[in-house]
T-cell receptor, first 112, second 112 residues
């Protein structure tokens, strides 16, 4: 069974640009969540999508947005990038049937 | 006060030692308790999860929950250099895993 797949693995962007990250969940999982991980703040919740609807949202500015497609694949977008957006962005998928949430390998975003 | 507190360490032990990793939490609504292991430049990997109070054992790993004290622990017996990683505790609020509250992670090094 394939795990959670995130693309791309690494990204370098310039301040002011925008970026789109992609996440393919485990087959059958309808919940996809996004987290930002930095050395200073640890893992912080961005948002969760379930059946194409945003179900939960963390305390991030509106520059951070996401969506989910009918096949459960999800994308997150960050507009007007700032240096502080440099982080590892992690996607997790889960199923309501089991108490397990699985993470992808993450996308390491560097803003210069 | 953060919902989940975890000593970031670092923790350095010799091979074969028993390791104790701990988290405290403030919200009594937490019912599931999860431990993740994260190697450098990788996504978190689910190690174990427990529901409510009590112990759960899986090989060299034992997870313990004390809901009365709002305290959870992960014990690693016969620690190996391959156990060197960051260990994160995580808890969902409610019945879904779409939003996990994470500790900051404890960085563990097991030296041969």
């Amino acid at each position: 069974k394939a795990g959670v797949t995130q693309t791309p693995r690494y990204l370098i962007k310039t301040r002011g640009q925008q970026v789109t990250l992609s996440c393919s969940p485990i087959s059958g999982h309808r919940s996809v969540s996004w987290y930002q991980q930095t050395p200073g703040q640890g893992l912080q919740f961005l948002f969760e999508y379930f059946s194409e609807t945003q179900r939960n949202k963390g305390n991030f500015p509106g520059r951070f947005s996401g969506r989910q497609f009918s096949n459960s694949r999800s994308e997150m977008n960050v507009s007007t990038l700032e240096l502080g957006d440099s982080a590892l962005y992690l996607c997790a998928s889960s199923s309501p049937d089991r108490a397990e949430a699985f993470f992808g390998q993450g996308t390491r975003l560097t803003v210069v | 006060q953060k919902e989940v507190e975890q000593d970031p360490g670092p923790l350095s032990v010799p091979e074969g030692a028993i390791v104790s990793l701990n988290c405290t939490y403030s919200n009594s609504a937490f019912q599931y308790f999860m431990w993740y292991r994260q190697y450098s430049r990788k996504g978190p990997e689910l190690l174990m999860y427990t529901y409510s109070s009590g112990n759960k054992e899986d090989g060299r790993f034992t997870a313990q929950v004390d809901k009365s004290s709002k305290y959870i622990s992960l014990f690693i017996r016969d620690s190996q250099p391959s156990d060197s990683a960051t260990y994160l505790c995580a808890m969902p609020r409610g019945s879904t895993l779409g939003r996990l509250y994470f500790g900051r992670g404890t960085q563990l090094t097991v030296w041969p």
